[in-house]
């Protein structure tokens, strides 16, 4: 009865012993098993590259051949047609400007005399300036002789008389004279606003200088040094100055 006894008290101790081992067991193979993944994940990072390369060839996906294959007739269809080139980019509408913007352009009250002038810009209404006399303010704004000065840079003939020398003159009394017509053409410039036209039958340009008419309310101021004595007519026969 003793021996039986002491038996069956053993017993129990020894399954309890096989559960502990057992669950101990499970646990070390289950931190085992996480220790290989976690190296395996490792080595796969550290081999990324030359994994993505053995692995691309499997995920290719074959449906960019077929869409290839179905874009062919319209590729073919659009042999036909002419190719947009940068000239076409450039003609494409423009949109129209805000309303109240749009200035209407003002048509040239005198185009043949534009088109035909050298300086364009010297052909006009109000004009207005400064005058003194070349050589003590460059060549600009300023009065050469009884008939030529400069104006925006341009030498400018009047078209319609023609002055006494001074530098290049014959006798005193042109010289005189000359000088006089001088003076008086600046005076006149300097009287206000004045307009410049071409003169009809009359070359545009004379050597180094543009032929033009300068008008002030109508009169060409040419025509006040030829009324006054400073100046004569162009084409007049006589232009000798001295007697």
Request: hydrophobic residues 40%; glycine residues 6%.
């Amino acid at each position: 009865m003793s021996s039986r006894t002491a038996s069956s008290r053993r017993a129990p101790a020894k399954r309890r012993k096989s559960s502990r081992s057992s669950s101990a067991g499970q646990g070390m193979t289950q931190w085992v098993v996480i220790l290989a993944l976690v190296a395996g994940g490792i080595a796969l990072y550290d081999n990324r590259h030359s994994v993505m390369k053995q692995v691309a060839p499997y995920l290719k996906d074959d449906r960019p051949t077929t869409a290839k294959a179905e874009r062919k007739p319209e590729a073919r269809a659009q042999i036909s047609k002419p190719a947009q080139t940068h000239t076409d980019v450039a003609r494409a509408p423009v949109p129209p400007a805000a309303v109240g913007n749009a200035k209407t352009p003002v048509p040239d009250a005198k185009p043949a005399a534009v088109a035909a002038s050298q300086n364009p810009a010297l052909i006009g209404e109000d004009f207005k300036g400064r005058f003194y006399f070349c050589g003590t303010s460059g060549l600009d704004n300023c009065v050469a002789d009884g008939d030529t000065f400069w104006f925006a840079k341009t030498r400018i003939t009047l078209a319609d008389i023609a002055a006494p020398a001074t530098d290049k003159a014959a006798c005193q009394q042109e010289r005189d004279r000359g000088f006089a017509a001088k003076v008086r053409l600046r005076d006149l410039l300097n009287a206000g606003k004045f307009d410049i036209d071409v003169l009809k039958g009359q070359p545009l340009e004379a050597g180094s200088s543009v032929m033009r008419v300068v008008t002030r309310n109508g009169r060409s101021l040419g025509s006040i040094l030829v009324s006054e004595g400073l100046a004569k007519p162009r084409l007049a026969a006589n232009q000798a100055w001295c007697p």
